[in-house]
């Protein structure tokens, strides 16, 4: 399996920012990061090797980034309102940095989807959501996708339009709807076993519902709990039976 490593100074964020690929060629995923991970997580879970026979025969390139996590949500020495403006830098890097190398690198009429495991699972569907001209679809596994989860229940305006949970009941934007109703790849997993709240994923699948949006909303059961076993099986079935 082919394997890249490369960073660039991001102006976004101001730091220097690492990003990994793998393989050559197919369908490109851009992998989100949970919690407080870096870049090269789903490598040392071994959800890559879980992929590996769609990358090895081409029908899949991966790409995964950092997070700026534990310095916005999960960094209990910051403010609120720092940790709020952090997060849309790091938005900013995603739409303005990452996805234009992934263009260059894949060409720039490949579409990119979007995946993550549990926090990375909420912010791939909002940057999916925000920006559908950008993202073709998203894989989201065992997501809480409110966003107040992790900020203690701090709520600003950048909370709020970084929250699915709260933003989207009240999306009128007709061009933004029917660009995300345009998409046949919005894939809401979830267990029901040890710290899974299938329960989140099915209200927000319910928010999808009520705006006419095309979603699909599976919940594997009790034998699949929130962990990196589950997240291994989940990923590699839905890449090879939906795309």
Known sequence: MKKDIFSWYSPSL?????????GDYGSVFLLVPTAGADFLEYERFQLIDSLAPFINA??????????????????????????AQRHEQWNAYIYHEVLPYIKNESGADTPVFISGASFGALHSMNLF??????????IAMSGVYDLTYYTDGFMNDTVYFNSPRHYMPNLT??????????????HILTGAGAYED?????????????????YEFDNWGEDY?????????????????RF
């Open 14 to 22: 101001q730091k220097e920012m690492p990003i990994v690929s793998y």
């Open 58 to 83: 081409g029908k899949l390139k991966i790409y995964s980034v950092d997070s700026v996590n534990n310095e916005s949500w999960l960094n209990k020495e910051m403010n609120n309102w720092d940790k």
């Open 173 to 186: 934007d007709h061009d933004i709807l029917e660009e995300i109703r345009k998409s046949p790849h919005i």
């Open 129 to 138: 959501l925000k920006r559908p001209d950008l993202l073709s679809g998203v």
């Open 225 to 241: 709990k929130h962990d990196w076993p589950t997240w291994r099986a989940m990923l590699p079935h839905y890449i090879g039976t």
């Open 198 to 214: 299938p329960r989140a994923g099915g209200e927000f699948a319910k928010i999808l519902y009520d705006k006419g949006i095309y």
